[in-house]
């Protein structure tokens, strides 16, 4: 082995458009910059240079919430595939079946149970790395049935939502999943049970549309993309260009679309804070 091969740097896998991968050394989406993936895991995964809040799987989010990385996973009950037929460039059950042998989950949603800060709690998580967080039926089904579990139970409710909208693929019946999700999230509020919504990058269509953004309190991680339609069309629909960090989290707080915006290492902190307050008067 020469002495070149000795100095150069090992291979850098980027991170986008995916995750923080379980590699040595992965590249910031933000600035390009060489990360260490030790060094990263220790900033919960936050770019150390430049401060950009990397995307999570959702295992890794999981354990960044429960108390002492603990959790059981909700069994989430399987729906229908390909209810339509849907064919484009790829037959829809093609792109199920390559995502969920990529992610090694059945779809864009998982849900777990846990303590926060030694409460007892219910997280539904939408993984971007399936579909782009795409709401479907099993998304859908997913608030849902985490929704029913907060109630029977009056636990607190954390969705954590990271998605680019509604699952085209399943046309109406992916829209229907807003009303739904909306209606679930409503029995919560009108019984007195706590629902916390945290916002990631993105969280955009459908789902902030729905109950991304109806959560007793409303969280978003600094600097995360959080809106309806993407920056670029509404500068082509309106003819006008937007202001700086439009539809992002420091420009919703701005104005009064989110309750905080707060740095990943202090989410779990912030979060429990707003439990003990929630639970305390939560309704026996």
Known sequence: MSWLTEIIR???KKTTPKEVADNLWVRCPNCNQMLF???LKESFYVCTSCGHHLRLY???RFRLLFDDDKYTMVNLPKVQDDP????????????????RKKTECNDAIQVARGKLGDIDSIVAAIDFSFMGGSMGMAVGE????AAKIALQERIPLIAVSASG?????????????????TAAVNQLKEAGVPFISIL???TTGGVSASFAMLGDVNMAEKGCLIGFAGPRVIEQTIHEKLPE???????????????????RKEMKPQLVKILKVLTAHCKK
């Open 10 to 12: 090992p291979k850098i």
């Open 165 to 181: 909208g509604a699952r085209m693929q399943e046309g109406m019946l992916s829209l229907m999943q807003m009303a739904r999700t």
């Open 58 to 60: 959702v295992e890794k």
């Open 37 to 39: 993936s030790k060094e």
């Open 142 to 145: 997913g608030i849902v049935i």
């Open 84 to 99: 339509l037929k849907f064919k484009d460039i790829q037959k829809y059950t093609d792109r199920l079946k390559a995502n």
């Open 245 to 263: 960090g439009f539809q992002r989290a420091e420009y919703l707080l701005e104005h009064g679309m989110v309750d905080l915006v707060v740095e």
């Open 200 to 202: 990631t990058d993105p």
